[in-house]
């Protein structure tokens, strides 16, 4: 799914107790930093295991992945697509699977914690800040969209919530949520 060979070396581990899936790889920038990509099936779409895409950094205290920052590492290309080139990894294990990719600074608890420290004085429902992270990937798939619909079918949901109303992807609109479904052949 990516089209760049600058990636990272990237180790996994299934978690089949909770049907999820562990990605996990070094960021080499200003300082090294753990990244992880875990998949965690959400529900079914369209009879298909469903897979929420969480990404961010490990967090040393907690051991868990923490999705709030941005780490500013200056390799954020090699980054993004390190972490497109996990996909193709979880569809290959779950063979029938579905990716759900949505921000989690679209959430509204992002948004309420952006505006109480926020110098830009965005008026509520307008945050600068929001929805950054899904309009990466959107604008990742408008720009090789015709390429990657010949393997995949996109979908865009105008939600959050992991039960928000889906429409075919149309390209350069834009979404809170996008789902990756591999054409089956």
Known sequence: MNHSQDVY???GESIPEEKALLYYFISEGKKNIIKLVL????RQFNGRPLFNLGFGDLDP???????EKMSDNEDHYRVFNTVLATIPRLLSEYRDGVVMVRGSD?????????KKVCVRKCVDH???KAHRRI???GNFLNKHYEL???AFAFHGTEGIEEDSPTE???????YKGIIIEKRLN
Not at 61 to 67: H, I, N, P
Not at 106 to 114: A, G, I, K, N
Request: net charge positive; glycine share 2%.
């Open 148 to 150: 990657l619909n010949q």
């Open 9 to 11: 070396d990237v180790r």
């Open 135 to 137: 309009r990466i990937y």
């Open 106 to 114: 679209s959430t509204l608890r992002f948004m309420e914690d952006c």
């Open 126 to 128: 307008l945050c600068k």
């Open 168 to 174: 075919p992807y149309k390209k350069d609109k834009s």
């Open 39 to 42: 998949y965690e099936y959400v």
């Open 61 to 67: 205290k907690t051991g868990k992945l923490s999705d």
